[in-house]
């Protein structure tokens, strides 16, 4: 298949058959990095620049990580500490980082459409969508893709549970996209003050009750609950949150036999998650992680031009 991306903003455009070809280049990704010497020349001469204005650990790492596998010369680059902090527009910040000649540009910003905006605004670099507010996290939804999919096989037909705060949650967005493409039918639950107005224009149904979502499905997934995005009175206290929608070993017992409890971190244990589940022998989360370096190098590899070098 001839690569048509030049980055990733959103997986809304991805057709079936192109997330199909990039899990494939994944697999062989996870390949490289289970060598004794992780390192390929495919990426030589370019410059991947991780460009974050607001924190992260996984996103930004494994971004690094799989530039630096694949020998691009990767740049971090974080709000704090930059002349941001002196009044510089976000345009400017980011031509000028182009300037330097940037092949790539990471982006996440607390904002809607900001990855969008510099697509257009950019002459060269290509623009990945780290996280943009609680629009989107497309790379989070392929990782989230191919750890099921490693663990789970053909994902048609299959039944994934989403549970928790998706009225704030970019990757809730995403894996919908993601999930639903590949023939996953995804149902929702959560508190009704944490649920977005438009699930079924999403793509999912809401469930209320939690024990109803989560019955007989093959694919559970949990959400961080996002009190940083949060006004006072979303959910009535902490502990009745996790009362009532916490993955415990309880809930979990009624998914279907071998499901998988992914979560996409970083996890609040007592709150959204027990740690007996996020730590017992359905949990996903670690390889999870690990996926996020494979999809990083696939997909740089591929928008950068490794594939036609
Ligand atoms: N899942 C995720 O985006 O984690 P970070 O915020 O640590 O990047």
Redesign the pocket.
Known sequence: MEWRHRGLISLEGWTREELTFFLEQTDYMDELIDRPIKKAPALRGKVVLNCFFE??????SSFELAGKILSADVINWSASGSSASKGETLRDTVWTLEAMGADGIVIRHGSVGVPEYLEKKLKRASIFNA?DGAHG?PT?ALLDLHSARKKLGNLEGAKMAIVGDVLHSR?ARSDIQAFSKMGARVVLSGPSTLMPEDTEALGAEYIPDPCEAVRGAQILYFLRIQQERMDDGLIPSVDEYHRRWGASEKLIALAEKGAVVMH???INRGVEIASSVADGPGSLILGQVRSGVAVRMALLYLCLGGARQ
């Open positions: 924190n992260s650990t996984r996103t930004r996280g996290h989070q990757v996409p971190g970083p």
